[in-house]
DNA sequence: ATACATACC
DNA sequence: TACTGGTATGTAT
């Protein structure tokens, strides 16, 4: 694609046409399927088929007792509301709305939290050395699937998925004409691939957080503010700075030009320019950066741009696969593209709290935020309070929040066969101890707690852990070993040896040592005594109820969001300085549209809009420098 | 501090 | 026949 029509396929790409809606099936049996995008699905056949397959095994008949005791929650709720004082809905919501207004004054009024999500990733990589598996519905993981191909999907088959499933699906829903495919997981070559987009997205925002091998949390804010202010830097130049690199190079000699001293806001400068500027900008960036990433692995990834991380993670699901979504700021654009949603798609409401909601009349953002009185009055604090700002399009980052702090656990399971023996048992439990205390030692950690982890053969979890006293903390293969055996022992004697089957054991250590916990402590041995025995409680099993088909998913953001070039009557005006072109002139516009972004006519723009609006924080010739921020 | 549930990829 | 693995967080006790 040539220059010119980069922009303009950047913009189209950003706000093109809504998807189809999803539904969302409210069985928590079946709802492994409703997060991302299974348009032209026969949902009712696929479900039919799973459920089926799955029969009457262990595996459903736990899912069941966990579906019961929702039910059993959401009566418990009802009962509540019930009870509750005549006034409730008046009392709650005015705290809700006192709340809500200090949630949207912190939210920023400029797009740029990028949330970057790799393409079926897993498979991806796997087609690169497969390509001709393209052709066939394929799937990775054999027991359970990690991901799979669109040709897969197209027949209901998903990540998280038993491989059996799916084999059934695709063979009944292709009529016998089709098998799916599956192939082995190869961790080692994610990780290299996840390291190589990584290196990509790094020059951009160095500070990344990459929240798994294929999604990274990006906040460009202060890239688009050097390429705003700095219009001659180039990427690179850009990238050097950001980094804190100092190469010697142009950007270094341009940096020691500037107003030393001063430290300037990345967001400050975003803020003082029209936001269509920012947009426009942002949404050319993220372009770019995807091309790199698919220069560089071969991979496509699709971005959500978005005022909050919150957004911007819906809105990275949007255009999937290898598209983009732009989320504008403002409230009515925000309202527009969230509340129509689901609000499964929020990130943080999974499975159950989606029943829970949906047992009360909550289907989509709209009705949570309607419903927001309800939804203080029925939940605990800290969960009304993430509902609440997640109605009204905020997130807990937006308050300075930041959740990177240091590791808080780490653990290793391992899922075998059921029904060894105790020597075998103890056998896995070391393994998986000596695994730890590598990992534990790789990453210099040392732990206070201890918890094991047991599923039986029923699917039923158990946990337990123990402490050993201040002061003493465990690392040792041996240590974690002796520590998780005898609580496992303990375990066992509580629930009877006999129907004592497990399918998993794990073991996690928490409560590490910090700075501040001094030097290190000898290690000592320190099992306490077994405790008494505790029940695991059964519920009923019951029958989940079905949601009905949403209406929309998603809306077209044409007008509200995006910098679109804007036509009246044969007349087009470029998004960023407004300046008028015939319409039958699309590459004209689109040249100025390149050159406006690019930097040339930005300073103009900015002094222009600056005047107009007297904030000229940047304006002119007096413009600040923000290299000295970082 | 402990146990369990929920959620994310 | 057959349904993961790793981390974090929220809630209850």
Redesign the pocket.
């Known amino acids: 694609m040539n220059e010119k029509g980069k922009l303009a396929s950047v913009v189209e790409e950003t706000v093109a046409a809504p998807t189809p809606p999803n539904e969302s099936a409210s069985a928590l049996v079946i709802a492994a399927s409703d997060?991302a995008g299974m348009e032209n699905v026969d949902r009712g056949r696929i479900n039919a088929i799973i459920l089926r397959?799955?029969g009457d095994?262990l595996?459903?008949r736990q899912q069941r007792r966990?579906d019961g005791?929702?039910d059993v929650?959401i009566s418990e709720l009802k009962r509540v509301l019930a009870n509750a004082d005549p006034n409730w809905r008046r009392d709650h919501e005015a705290r809700c709305d006192v709340d809500a207004a200090v949630f949207l004054a912190a939210r920023p009024t400029r797009s740029a939290c990028v949330v970057v999500?790799m393409d079926m990733f897993y498979m991806a990589c796997a087609l690169q050395s497969r390509p001709h598996l393209s052709g066939f519905p394929a799937c990775v993981g054999h027991?359970?699937i990690?991901t799979s191909n669109y040709r897969a999907r197209k027949y209901g088959v998903r990540?998280?998925?038993?491989g059996?499933?799916g084999d059934k699906l695709v063979a009944e829903l292709s009529g016998g004409k089709e098998r799916l495919v599956h192939v082995d997981s190869d961790f080692d070559l994610y990780k290299k691939k996840s390291n190589d987009v990584k290196a990509v997205l790094t020059e951009y925002d160095p500070r990344l957080k990459m929240?798994?091998l294929?999604?990274a949390y990006m906040d460009f804010a202060p890239y688009l503010a050097l390429k705003i202010s700095e219009p001659e830097w180039d990427h690179d130049t850009i990238s050097r700075v950001l980094g804190g690199v100092d190469p010697g190079g142009e950007g270094a000699t341009v940096c020691t030009t500037g107003v030393r001293g001063v430290l300037v806001d990345p967001y400050e400068i975003l803020s003082s320019l029209p936001e269509r500027v920012c947009a426009a900008a942002l949404a050319r960036v993220v372009h770019e950066m995807r091309g790199r990433v698919r220069e560089r692995t071969g991979l496509t990834c699709s971005a959500g741009l978005a005022p909050n991380f919150l957004l911007a993670?819906i809105a990275s699901d949007v255009r999937k696969p290898d598209g983009q979504y732009l989320v504008s700021p403002s409230h009515d654009a925000v309202n527009y593209f969230l509340h129509p949603l689901p609000v499964r798609k929020?990130?943080?409401?999974?499975?159950?709290?989606?029943k829970i909601l949906g047992a009360f009349g909550i289907k989509n953002v709209k009705d949570l935020y309607r419903e927001r009185a309800l939804v203080h009055l029925l939940?605990?604090?800290?969960?009304a309070s993430?509902l609440l700002r997640a109605s009204v399009g905020c997130s807990s980052s937006d308050s300075g929040e930041s959740?990177d702090g240091p590791?808080?656990?780490?653990?290793?399971?391992?899922?075998f066969r059921a029904g060894q023996s105790w020597a075998e048992t103890v056998s896995r439990l070391e393994d998986i101890a000596l695994g730890l205390s590598e990992?534990m030692q790789k990453k210099e950690l040392w732990a206070?707690?201890v918890?094991v982890k047991a599923k039986l053969h029923t699917f039923d979890?158990?946990?337990?852990?123990?402490?050993v006293p201040r002061g003493v903390f465990l690392q040792s293969g041996q240590d974690l070993a002796a520590h998780a055996t005898s609580i496992l022992d303990e375990i066992r004697r509580d629930f009877g040896k006999e129907q004592f089957s497990l399918?998993?054991l794990?073991i996690?250590c928490t409560?590490f040592k910090d700075a501040q916990d001094g030097e290190e402590t000898s290690i000592v041995k320190y099992l306490t005594k077994p405790?008494s025995a505790?029940a695991?409680a059964a519920a009923q099993s019951q029958p989940s109820e079905k949601s009905p088909p949403s209406e929309k998913k998603y809306v077209d953001l044409t007008e509200e969001s995006v910098p679109d070039p804007i036509q009246t009557a044969g007349i087009v005006s470029c998004p960023v300085c407004q300046r008028k072109f015939p319409a039958d002139e699309n590459d004209a516009l689109n040249v100025h549209i390149d050159a406006c972004l690019s930097g040339g006519l930005i300073r103009e723009t900015v002094h222009e809009e600056s005047l107009r609006h007297e904030q000229s924080k940047v304006a002119g010739g007096k413009r600040r420098r923000i290299t000295d921020f970082w």
């Open positions: 997060k397959e799955s095994s595996f459903m966990r005791r929702v929650q999500d027991g359970m990690l990540s998280a998925m038993a059996w499933i929240c798994s294929d999604e993670k929020v990130g943080g409401i999974g499975r159950v709290r989606d939940f605990k604090e800290a969960s993430f959740d590791q808080k656990g780490i653990g290793k399971e391992r899922t990992a206070r707690t918890t979890v158990v946990n337990r852990s123990r402490s399918r998993l794990g996690r409560n405790r505790t695991a």
